[in-house]
């Protein structure tokens, strides 16, 4: 079964690949973490150095979703995997922006140099 | 401050049933990305988060139907303009006699301002009117068919303006009897009095506002007044962004001509223009202005998603 887009699960968001869903999604398409090891992966793999409040503002959205879940007890560090519907989201996302880079990739291939949008159009 | 206090002060910020389920790990991972000292950054990162999670709770942002977004947006609208209602008494107040202090050629321009603001203000109230206006039926049908329960916050914000409402009427009255020197700060029981008129003011308010939150969240609203009330929103939304313009030019204008007048010096000395209380008032207006703009934006997405149920 295709899964649904971030984007679609989560109204309003545009779904880029650096929205904190998107990248705590990636980051544990690995295997579970804490928060603090999220704060880490995503810091190495994106570049983006997500605030802890971002981030367990995500979370929350995340779980109440049931795209993620705690794993174990309570406690301090508790850590978060991936649900099964979590891993059809982020691939349907992932084909999403799969399909963006492929065209933008194509058309500028196809033009030998890069566009650039100027107030009167495509320059 | 040690870190420790700094977490516990942030997480209190958030909304009890959040801080239950996340509080404990967040403090964690706020101590962790510490070392000694929570910077700034992460201040204000938690502090906004916390925020975000309460207006989430009140249903004026997050998730949801179209419906439930178009609704929240509104609100949240309608929130951010009782705070710019305070923010722009405060102008009111603090711009008394302007006119009479800045020289007649230099009047022009903050005089535009100034009328920008009160033409704004008037369209503002009057939207917010129109759209309480167009709600009023879905209320009335939730009082006749026994939702009496549901409303029950009404009754403080009715109760406080009954007291508003004689007390307006004392000030004013005693106001008239006092001289211009008495009414701005040389009578001591009147200044006090004043204070406290303004505070039951600002109560009056703040219920009414809580109170149209609370309510209008349970009213069944049918598509087409939400659709209304999102374009009335916009429109509030507009003339705040208007006003705080014209607020904004008022201040400059005055800063160039008259610094004496925002610094409370002298006629003709040199003055800072930088007013500690309209500087206060002008990061109210904005913050205010912000606000409503996002909702305005979230009702009007919404609107644009899909027909309303």
């Known amino acids: ?123 | 401050m040690r870190p420790e206090r700094t977490s516990g002060f942030l997480l209190r910020l958030y909304p009890s049933g959040w801080r239950a389920r996340y509080g404990e790990e967040l403090e964690t991972l706020i101590l962790e990305t510490s070392a000694g000292h929570v910077p700034w950054r992460v201040r204000a990162d938690v502090a906004l988060g916390a925020v975000r999670e309460r207006l989430r709770g009140a249903g004026l942002a997050g998730d949801g139907t179209p419906a439930e977004r178009m609704r929240g947006g509104t609100l949240l609208v309608l929130c951010a303009w009782a705070v710019f209602v305070v923010a722009g008494i405060g102008v009111q107040k603090f711009s008394e006699h302007w006119q009479a202090v800045t020289p007649s050629g230099s009047r022009a321009l903050p005089a535009g301002a100034f009328d920008v603001l009160v033409v704004g203000a008037a369209i503002a109230s009057a939207l917010v009117v129109t759209g309480v206006a167009a709600v009023l039926p879905s209320l009335g049908r939730i009082l006749q068919t026994g939702g009496r329960r549901q409303v029950r916050s009404l009754p403080v914000a009715v109760g406080l303006t009954l007291v508003a409402i004689p007390a307006s009427v004392a000030v004013v009255v005693w106001a008239h009897g006092l001289t211009a020197a008495q009414r701005n700060g040389h009578d001591t029981a009147y200044a006090t009095v004043t204070v406290l008129w303004a505070l039951l003011l600002l109560g009056c308010l703040a219920t009414w506002t809580v109170a149209g939150v609370v309510v209008a969240r349970r009213l069944e609203i049918s598509s087409r007044v939400l659709r209304l009330e999102a374009v009335l929103g916009a429109g509030v939304a507009l003339s705040m962004v208007a006003m705080t313009a014209g607020t904004a030019i008022w201040w400059a204008a005055l800063a160039r001509s008259a610094p004496w007048f925002l610094a409370g010096a002298p006629n003709g000395t040199a003055a800072s223009p930088l007013a500690p209380a309209l500087l206060v008032t002008a990061i109210l207006m904005l913050i205010a202005t912000t606000a409503a703009s996002a909702g305005a934006v979230r009702a009007f997405r919404a609107a644009s998603d899909r027909p309303a149920r």
């Open chain 1, 1 to 123: 079964m295709r899964g649904v887009p971030i984007r679609e699960k989560n109204p309003g968001k545009s779904g880029r690949s650096n929205d904190p869903p998107v990248l705590i999604l990636t980051s544990l398409a690995s295997g579970p973490k804490h928060g603090y090891a999220l704060l880490q992966d995503i810091e190495a793999f994106a570049r983006v150095r997500l605030g802890p409040g971002t981030l367990y503002g995500a979370i929350a959205r995340l779980e109440e979703r049931g795209l993620i879940e705690p794993v174990g007890a309570s406690g301090r560090r508790r850590p978060y995997r991936l649900t099964a519907a979590g891993a059809e989201a982020l691939e349907a996302t992932l084909t999403e922006l799969r399909a963006i880079v492929e065209e933008g990739t194509a058309r500028l291939a196809g033009t030998g140099t890069p566009r650039v949008v100027t107030a009167g159009g495509l320059a």
